[in-house]
């Protein structure tokens, strides 16, 4: 497996739980079929560069470690 095909794979376990754990009145479809919603994300996160998944991740991690879930954010309270 590749560097980057390691990036994503860690990138989707992080993005997917938060996803789920999104609560609404009414889940996503895509919620209730967490292989589909890895389809997408990776088809999407194959065409970034390697310097970019890895600024994500750290994201994410960031988000994670701060008890934070991007899936829930707007991007105005994420930068502030």
Request: glycine share 2%; net charge negative; with cysteine.
């Amino acid at each position: 497996m590749s560097e980057k095909d390691k990036l994503i794979e860690e990138i989707l376990e992080l993005e997917l739980n938060m996803f789920l754990n999104v609560r609404s009145r009414h889940p996503a479809s895509c919620q209730e079929n967490p292989d589909g919603f890895r389809f997408h994300r990776r088809t999407q996160f194959s065409m970034w560069s390697q310097e970019t998944l890895q600024s994500y991740l750290d994201d994410l991690l960031k988000a994670k470690e701060q008890g934070q879930n991007l899936m829930t954010l707007s991007t105005h309270a994420w930068r502030t």
